[in-house]
């Protein structure tokens, strides 16, 4: 058989655009394979899989589609459920949400730059840092991102009411995918009539995929605001951070390396020429970095509903391709060590078959958060500390001993931020200074195979009769 030619005349003997897609694609997922049961069957990789994965398993194991809990929409919930019938831990689900993030980010390049923007946006996607970690845990970020790529995709097709089913499936997703509605507004301009009906498909996709949010509106909003709320507010960690702007623009750079360069020269080209696409992905661009600008809380992971649109407008910039596709190597070896991190056990899971095998069944422990769940025992949780939130009074070893709790374990993924913040978290920082004075029973730090933040246990002394 001859090879297919080419638009040009030129014969193709490297199999077409199919091919390098698969070839993207097997790499991305032989990235994301390595660790991907890290930390299991605790929730070491990220704490927001024990508020989604619990859930998603009781949808499948009786108790109803109704998870009474809207920090999230239930999107995410009910794809992962109905795998979790045979396995309790989804993540290998989220792994093919991932892959088909790459492709529909291909996709996205594909429509509105050609066939080497696909190219490279399917690259930029596949070893971007950021969407690389997340796509081992099961939480809504990769979900979101996946329909931030199809509806964006969509809209610069011009399938106008398609992109309005897919902007209610993001924000099903995750609730800043409603910010996709400006560049829906901007692709549809002057067609008003197919805009009125996207957007009333819109709704209908997000009632449809996530309707208790809509039979529970009044306690949906409450909990979307107040997670909004603790997200301008802050987050453990970031009390000394940058402002919003280098913070943000400091994690983008984390995750794309210096090829965000050439993305951030594709969208000032964009937001020059004004083509279709330009308008659609500079705006979601735009809009969705403002939106973040209002926020005191950095997480990377906030970041990922942009990644597809950056890879495409790197891709934008075809002379540069070639350029583009080296610098990629620099996050792929980033890639690389973080994955090899993640072949090691964590400590706060060694830690805790010490627990099984040394503390009494029935202990009552106090254990921060970001440690492992002990079942079978009695687990008196710590309130992680957060800017604007009340003094947990059980940080207080005489109230631990008063409520008769046997053992104290900490971890450094909580200890630590708070000590470098300590002057935001006074009461907290000497809590963890008179634990020190306690018998510390067990400690276990990263080393060899160990990997991980270390983790603590402190029995405390009972006071003299």
């Not at 809990?69 to 949400?97: G, I, K, N, S």
């Not at 940058?242 to 020269?265: E, S």
């Not at 687990?379 to 992680?384: A, E, I, K, S």
């Amino acid at each position: 058989m001859r090879p297919r030619p080419r638009s040009d005349g030129v014969e193709n003997r490297w199999g077409g655009p199919w091919v390098a897609l698969a070839a993207v694609l097997l790499l991305a997922a032989a990235i994301r394979l390595v660790g991907i049961r890290y930390g299991l069957p605790f929730a070491l990789l990220n704490p927001d899989e024990r508020n989604i994965v619990p859930r998603a398993w009781a949808m499948t194991h009786g108790s109803g589609l109704d998870p009474h809990w809207f920090d999230y929409p239930t999107l995410t919930m009910y794809l992962l459920a109905p795998f979790q019938a045979w396995q309790a831990e989804p993540r290998l689900t989220v792994l093919a949400l991932a892959l088909a993030g790459i492709a529909a980010s291909w996709w996205l390049g594909r429509r509105a730059y050609g066939p080497v923007a696909g190219f490279v946006a399917a690259a930029a996607v596949a070893v971007e840092t950021t969407y690389v970690a997340y796509s081992r845990m099961a939480v809504t970020d990769v979900p979101l991102t996946l329909g931030v790529a199809v509806a964006l995709a969509l809209m610069v097709s011009g399938r106008i009411e398609l992109a309005g089913l897919a902007v209610g499936l993001a924000a099903s997703a995750k609730y800043p995918g409603v910010l996709l509605l400006v560049p829906l507004l901007a692709g549809a301009w002057g067609r008003w009539r197919r805009l009125a009906v996207a957007c009333g498909l819109a709704a209908l996709a997000f009632a449809l995929t996530s309707p208790f949010v809509v039979l529970h509106l009044g306690q949906a909003a409450g909990d979307a605001w107040g997670v909004q709320q603790d997200a301008r507010a802050g987050w453990l960690g970031f009390e000394n951070d940058n402002a919003a702007p280098i913070a943000f623009a400091a994690r983008l750079w984390d995750g794309f390396g210096p090829a965000l360069l050439i993305a951030v020269a594709g969208l000032v080209v964009a937001l020059v020429r004004r083509t279709r696409a330009d308008l659609v992905l500079g705006s979601f661009v735009l809009v969705y970095f403002a939106d973040l600008m209002t926020l005191h809380a950095h997480f990377d992971r906030y970041l990922l509903p942009l990644v597809p649109a950056l890879g495409a407008l790197a891709g934008r910039l075809r002379s540069l391709a070639p350029v583009t596709l080296l610098l990629l190597v620099v996050p792929f070896t980033w890639d690389v060590r973080d994955a090899r991190d993640l072949t090691r056990t964590d400590a706060r899971a060694v830690g805790h078959r010490w627990v099984e095998s040394h503390l009494p069944r029935g202990a009552l422990l106090a254990a921060d958060s970001s440690t492992p769940d002990f079942e079978g025992y009695r687990v008196l949780g710590l309130q992680l500390p957060r800017p604007g939130q009340p003094y947990d009074p059980n940080r207080s070893v005489p109230r631990l001993r008063k409520l008769g709790v046997d053992y104290v374990i900490v971890t450094g993924a909580v200890e630590d931020r708070v000590l470098a913040a300590g002057t935001d978290y006074p009461r907290e920082a000497r809590f963890y200074e008179s634990l020190q004075k306690q018998k510390r029973v067990y400690a276990i730090r990263p080393h060899g195979d160990v990997g991980g933040p270390w983790l603590e246990i402190y029995r405390l002394k009972r006071p003299k009769a």
